[in-house]
């Protein structure tokens, strides 16, 4: 089968011809329709210090994916949930089951995960194995809409970790997560949802995802205008977004007192942070996300998804065949792509 | 009657005879017998610049007490809540009961608080006269130990906000609210306490408020240690009442995957934070802890201390009349003391 | 002033001059522009053995009202945050603030609550007073609508005691309290609301409220449909507000493995529960719901109302003036009636 | 190798010689140690109806144990977390991973649970084979505990699924899981433990794990003592174990107002209950306990056991091998028994 193998150290990936992966003895085969790219797969292309530290090659590339199971183990077919022909997307997360973590039902935070198309075989492929366990039903989603449902995933993650409905929501950085995070705030009742980004491109995707309010630092005063849109409050829940390091502090600062900064970009460096003023006499709490609640986050995902509150497709910008991966990973890199697509199925 | 009162900028406070407070429409007044002397009160002594910004002498200091009801204002009194001869203490902030954090429950945080000892007059006099809302019946508790529940308070706030029965618990600084929270950690079922600090004497109060092991990061290697005492997961709660900026580095890195790091020490300056790795990879959670929750921490601790679970007197290892303020101050800057308390009252 | 006024035992009410309210040492006086007409009212009204045991009369009738500010205490004008002129409703629940309930942030379940309309002089009048911590800014909303915060927010303490978004969400019984409910759910992000009830105009009301599907016990199997809507698991939520003794069972029934059952409707009698079946076995919580939490319930609305997420005006079906209390009680008992308003002020 | 097995319709069980069981692809094989006795068993020895229309016989008796690992599959092998020699106990739910329930972290509520010992062979034998996702190591707990920490995982869910520390509790019903949780909720930090029963030896057990006051219907005025020795307010907690169809009004009268009410004890027939007086109006939570939380539950019962906060082993008090089933059964059944274990190895 074809397969983008990230194949040695260095930049770049390639397209092989790759032997089909073998379905274990409690996994299911499935032929991949539609990948997302990710700015992961980015930091593999470009071979970060993140992935040459991490990465094993060869191995093949992709974590976000949705396609249709064409092939069972005894044990997931005597289960009777899932049969070949169903629609499905996975969670790309192998968890050990066995740790704290997994144990406590953070099975997210598994202390010996192995995740998809870093540290083994992934999506960007014509065929990829995975346990039944982590394979979800599309039940009527679409494969486009299916394969990104891993980094929508996150921003329902960041965004439910807080009592939503009346609420007040601000979206910090408008990549593709942040553009979901505005329409999940929205799909959960928030009253108010205020995103903002540097890229007019980017808020005005942040606008057709719902946001009542879109803020750019280069023009606009965001934390006066978050003060007056508030009433001179804050907001309840602040999304980080960005990873950029500037970020924390315009996160906490845009927080009301008593107020909750969940964070999801992860800066490249350290920031720093005045915990006196900025947290402990704001009495704020912040929640680190990683990753999507193994299955909350899904289901109620699904649920969105399928009654039509929340749609991502005005996100989707950029849609390539798998061999032009050079051009998906430029696209990102201009910073005017929304989600990037691998249409991997004819 | 008797107070010590800062009389304007620079060091020191003064014992002066000044009039007794009067007793407003939904006041109580109230005999003073105990009061605590607190590191705020050591920042309004030395007139730091926390200090000079915030106090407009001349004012009564002292947040801390427990006394006796004397006169209740008709409309307190019509209640039939409280009487003349109630050994009582009190939520020393004075809340507006009107802005968004007081509708939400969270008058601890209230925009407007006035604090008794920092923007009114306060607790180191013969007298007091307190809104009958803030005044707590001791029911048994001795007025030394009434004096105390003020920071005691922020202890069980810092402990309890968090699920503790089971859990494994670093308490990060072991002065008197740090070894109040080791006591409140037993307390409330927490399987392993462990607690960190340079001073061996604090170390030996923490022991003996039931600290399972103590480590001193002068001598012990402490995120090595912790990793022994916890198979390696680290802790699932961290109480970080050191206000150290170093604190917070081994904070997080105390706390396992998806722990909880809730921060009270207020350092006097910036710290810098490696959110990425430390606060977002190991999907933390962190709280900001102000004050006491009102009431619901009032009640804890009344609960725990009637029924004999948590005894802070090991904590307190000073006593000096009103006149003796100059003493008192000095014994804490040595940082030799635990608690030192005040007896006002003969 | 005009008031209606229980006179003394027996059925009936009657418009007499009463002398205005005084505004006591901590209340504000409102001239009273619309009030809203209870189920608690025709009790009252038609003085059933309930009414009988808890009334003293004389007693001026009416918990639910909006207004206008006309007078303040010194107390309430010092602290700035009301004034005359302002547009206010109010929570009729008048606490003690020391209670266990009180102190533990509970005070709907105070245990010495005095109820406006009920225990003490309430608001089918032209003017009342209420102490100034229960009276809420109206911020744009018109007194209309303020008038039925105390019902609709029984709806939004009913709902929003539950994980809303993406959730599935079963209103059994629509008068006006589950005419509301179903739009808090809908404004809080529910995936599918189903109503149901055996009156076909409240079910029209229902849908105008935004109930996905209604069902009509009479002609359709109720359980049935509702396994199929939610592909054979049941609801997550029921929100019980008949108050039908059958409600329950069918509530229970209702509910998934792990679902959640919300009382609001009080029967008038006892029932027969099979809890090891219909609770137990099925990992249920159920939750007994008392007026409204104070505040939290009040910001939540009036978000939802101010966002234009929730709009009550549909259900408001009648209007009458204060005079005519006769006939707003008679459209009440024929069960055609949403929700019936008094006008007050010309 | 031996075993009890229910081997057809009808009263008894018999010891048999049966194949050992296969070590399936994701199994360990368990050589049993100890076992324990539940009512469940009970149920199977006498044929009731439930037991007739659940099991279909022949199937292997018992879903309490703990023993040694003496085979795992090559999976489990590869996995590296368990070994042979391993002590180990094991949830004894087979859940299917996939249904709402199981992906919302509810698999205690599966909706194909195959129970051992029920509804598939069990545990009252020399081997049992288990998926090695339901094994967990002892980690230095007796294998005699070991055995019982499925009933006593009812108790710590019962107990747990509450606020605890500082918290007043109430027991009603004192058989073994009775008597655990009274265990538990000192372990966790109750500041007030009272347990009723009618049987004198069961009050002494109850006792000796801790609890403050005991309680005899026959001759005490239940709910007269509660409120007396809670200040007039009633318990916090009620853990309703006695599945007695009076325990549910006792139960809820015995909460406080806002109080929670959590239900293990399944009643065999139905209850009359006042849902307006008792449970709606008093804003009481009642939740229905269904087995442990997978593995929420396990994980804080370990803690609890390996710190020593938990001594279960008061309620032990009898002991029987194998082939002693009917003596165990009988004991059982004269209500003089606390916990009774089966001694299956040598």
Redesign the interface.
């Known amino acids: 089968m074809r397969a983008l193998v990230k194949a040695g150290p260095g930049p770049g990936m390639v397209l092989r011809d790759v032997p089909r992966p073998v379905c274990g003895?409690?996994d299911v085969l499935i032929r991949v329709h539609h990948a997302g790219v990710c700015g992961t797969d980015l930091h593999i292309w470009e071979w970060d210090s993140w992935a040459s530290s991490r990465l094993k090659p060869p191995v093949v590339v992709g974590h976000e994916f949705a396609g249709e199971i064409v092939e069972l183990s005894r044990?997931a077919a005597s289960?009777e949930?899932?049969a070949v022909g169903d629609l499905v997307t996975a969670e790309g997360h192998i968890v050990?089951?066995?740790c704290?973590?997994c144990?406590?039902?953070?099975a997210?935070?598994c202390?010996r995960t192995s995740i998809i198309g870093v540290d083994r075989d992934g999506a960007f492929a014509d065929y990829i194995a995975m346990p039944?366990?982590n394979v979800m039903k599309l039940d009527g989603i679409p494969t486009e809409i299916g394969a990104i449902m891993d980094p929508m995933g996150n921003a329902v993650h960041t965004v439910?970790e807080a009592q939503?409905?009346?609420?007040t929501v601000f979206v910090l950085g408008c990549g593709p997560i942040g553009c979901f995070a505005v329409g999940v705030a929205r799909?959960?009742?928030a009253?108010?949802v205020i995103a903002s980004d540097y890229n007019p491109r980017r808020l005005e995707l942040a606008r057709s995802m719902g946001a009542h309010a879109t803020l750019d630092p280069a023009h606009d005063d965001v934390l006066g205008r978050i003060r007056e849109l508030t009433g001179g409050?804050g907001v309840d829940l602040v999304c980080e977004m960005s990873?950029h390091p500037d970020g924390?502090a315009t996160a906490f600062a845009a927080a009301?007192?008593?107020g909750r900064v969940n964070?999801?970009g992860?800066?490249?460096r350290?920031?720093?942070?005045?915990?006196?003023r900025d947290?402990?006499?704001?009495?704020?709490?912040?929640?680190?996300?990683?990753g999507r609640k193994m299955?909350?986050t899904?289901?109620?995902?699904r649920?969105?998804l399928?009654?039509g509150?929340l749609d991502p497709r005005p996100v989707i910008t950029h849609r390539f065949p798998l061999e032009c991966i050079a051009d998906a990973i430029q696209v990102i890199k201009t910073g005017e792509a929304g989600k990037v697509i691998l249409e991997v199925a004819a």
């Open positions: 003895p409690t044990e289960a949930l899932l050990c089951g066995h704290l973590q144990r406590l039902g953070d997210h935070l202390q039944a366990s439910l939503v409905p009346g609420s799909a959960a009742g009253s108010l409050d990873g924390h009301r007192l008593g964070l999801l992860t800066p490249s350290t920031t720093v942070t005045d915990f006196a947290v402990i006499f704001k009495g704020l709490t912040l929640y680190g996300v990683t299955y909350e899904w289901h109620q995902m649920r969105f399928r009654a509150q």
